[in-house]
């Protein structure tokens, strides 16, 4: 029984993943305001980026991205970023979203149950999903020089859907 | 991670999580021990339903009986629209924490000293709650067993509590106003919990939030607030403008420790982030501790970050102990 168990763990954790689908999740908004991700969601990709405040990798990541989003139509390509921050730094979380530039909207993961559906661990992570709701494109940490990769990602889904 | 569609709108997805370690504790025996830690999630989507478990499994090569297989968790989610029903094991907040907080730290292991044995680091609620997500009204009921992860998997000793609890809020003109009450039980003695706490904008770009909870058991006066009463007082005040950023927070935590631990007040003290040896420097002495903590960024063109942040804790016993942290960072 045990081996049988560790066999099954062995054989998940070296499978890659791909495809998942995204159910229409409810999260807190920074003014308190509960939204839906079909509410946000863009018609043609969706930009989900998590992060938290007290993540070094994040602040690196969050004006590059708030700058990466500037630069397509709302409408079209729509950036939510999740902050997983708990209760104890959620005070920060709204002045520092807006001190990194973000304009686009920042739900509140308090309970992480958004980050444990997706089997997300790391943060920074970037997820990519398209019309379809499915996830396209997992992007975990952040170094200088990503952001030309994102937007290289962003722009050909955008290419292949047209 | 695996992703296996079975048909056109349903999928099973998981994670594993296998560590193997060989270290040692000394002066305990034995000081030396190999051991093998696995954590199995698994998870099933249909549109709106969901269900999900896990599976930790625990070896060790020595002599003690320390080996455990459990089912630690199991969960059946039900979410239409602004309705959402869960039955299993699950995480929930009232308020910012005063008076409950379940979480887990992901993909981290927690190694108990005493057992030696490891586990998920979670402490989650097992029961059920029921959440309504409305654009003016609010409303989440739990009732369930915390977990206490003092112990084991497979402890009996691990959900000896049981709490009920509701928060209804309310959300008018972008003001917040939610109430809280709890029941909290156990060995047969009860004891009745309530909160209330406001957030919202304010003129200028401040926001602030409040949050005040006591216990109505034993003095249900909530404007007393003499050294012999349970209560837990958290407000926090922050403001952005460009590219400047700061928060200021105050906490005043009096005899307000429940059970065995299930809540989890703000700290007041700064998450550090990786480069330091210890994330949280402060665990916070809710029998008695006031404090405050001020934190203010600036944020450069090039996207490097300024912090400047001062937190101060006292705690009067016998004696008045005082915890002071200052941090100045440019990354």
């Known amino acids: 029984m045990r081996c049988y168990y560790l066999f099954i763990g062995f054989f998940l954790s070296i499978l890659s993943v791909k495809g998942q689908t995204i159910y229409d999740f ?97 943060i920074p992570t970037l997820v990519i999903t398209n019309a379809e709701n499915e996830v396209v494109f997992i992007h975990e940490g952040f170094a200088a020089g990503d952001e030309v990769l994102l937007k290289k990602e962003i722009d050909h889904f955008l290419d292949e859907k047209n | 991670m695996l992703v296996y569609t079975l048909q056109a709108q349903s999928q099973i997805s998981g994670n594993n999580l296998m560590e193997y370690q060989f270290g040692n504790i000394p002066d305990v025996d034995p ?120 112990y084991p998997p497979g402890n009996d000793l691990q959900r000896t509590e049981q709490i009920e609890a509701v928060q209804p809020e309310i959300h008018f003109l972008n003001q917040g106003l939610g109430l809280m009450g709890m029941r909290y039980v156990e060995q047969g003695s009860t004891t009745w919990y309530s909160g209330i706490f406001m957030e919202g904008p304010l003129p200028w770009n401040f926001n602030y939030y409040a949050e005040y909870a006591r216990d109505m058991s034993e003095n249900p006066n909530i404007f007393e607030f003499s050294e012999e009463n349970r209560y837990a007082l958290y407000m926090s005040l922050n403001h952005s403008w460009g590219n400047y950023g700061a928060s200021f927070e105050l906490k005043k935590y009096q005899n307000f420790i429940i059970g065995s631990g299930i809540s989890d007040p703000p700290t007041l003290i700064k998450e550090h982030t990786y480069r330091l040896l210890n994330r949280s420097t402060h665990i916070p002495q809710l029998y008695n501790e006031s404090g405050f903590q001020f934190e203010i960024y600036y944020r450069f063109n090039d996207g490097k970050l300024l912090t400047a942040n001062a937190s101060r804790g006292a705690n009067t016993f016998i004696d008045v102990f005082h915890f002071s942290e200052f941090f100045l960072e440019f990354y």
């Open chain 2, 31 to 150: 000081s030396d021990l190999s051991t093998l830690y696995d954590q199995l999630n698994i998870q099933y989507r249909y549109k709106i339903f969901k269900s999900s478990f896990r599976i930790e499994q625990f070896f060790s090569i020595d002599s003690v009986k320390r080996d455990y297989i459990n089912l630690s968790q199991f969960l059946f989610q039900y979410q239409y629209k602004k309705l959402e029903l869960q039955v299993g094991n699950f995480y929930e907040t009232l308020g910012r924490g005063l008076l409950y907080r379940s979480f887990e730290i992901p993909a981290s292991i927690k190694e108990e000293k005493f057992y030696r044995t490891r586990q998920g680091f979670y402490r989650d609620l097992q029961g059920v709650s029921f959440k309504y997500t409305g654009d003016v009204f609010k409303f989440k009921a739990i009732r369930g067993k915390p977990l206490n992860n003092t």
């Open chain 1, 26 to 122: 409810r999260l807190e908004n920074t003014e308190g305001k509960t939204v839906s991700y079909f509410e946000l969601k863009g018609k043609e990709l969706t930009v989900i980026d998590f992060w938290a405040t007290w993540c070094k990798p994040c602040v690196n990541s969050l004006p590059k991205i708030a700058g990466l989003a500037s630069t397509y139509d709302p409408e079209s390509v729509s950036f939510i970023g999740i902050s997983i921050d708990s209760p104890r730094n959620l005070s920060k979380v709204r002045p520092f979203a807006e001190t990194m530039g973000i304009m686009y909207p920042v739900l509140l993961d308090t309970e992480q149950q958004l980050m444990q559906e997706l089997n997300i661990t790391v």
